[in-house]
């Protein structure tokens, strides 16, 4: 299923590869990093 929002929607799926770099990138940079996971990924769903 591809989700059409949030902050990377706009992109192609990333690899594992680019997403283990976007977050090493992100923890050197000393940015704050959370990561948000559901088996169902809905709009009205909050988790």
Do not use: C
Not at 6 to 17: A, I, M, N, Q
Not at 34 to 42: A, R
């Amino acid at each position: 299923m591809r989700l059409t929002q949030g902050t990377f929607s706009f992109l192609p799926d990333l690899t594992e590869e680019q997403i283990k770099k976007q977050i090493e990138y992100a923890i050197e940079q000393d940015w704050a990093v959370n990561i948000e996971y559901t088996e169902d990924p809905h709009p009205r769903n909050s988790y």
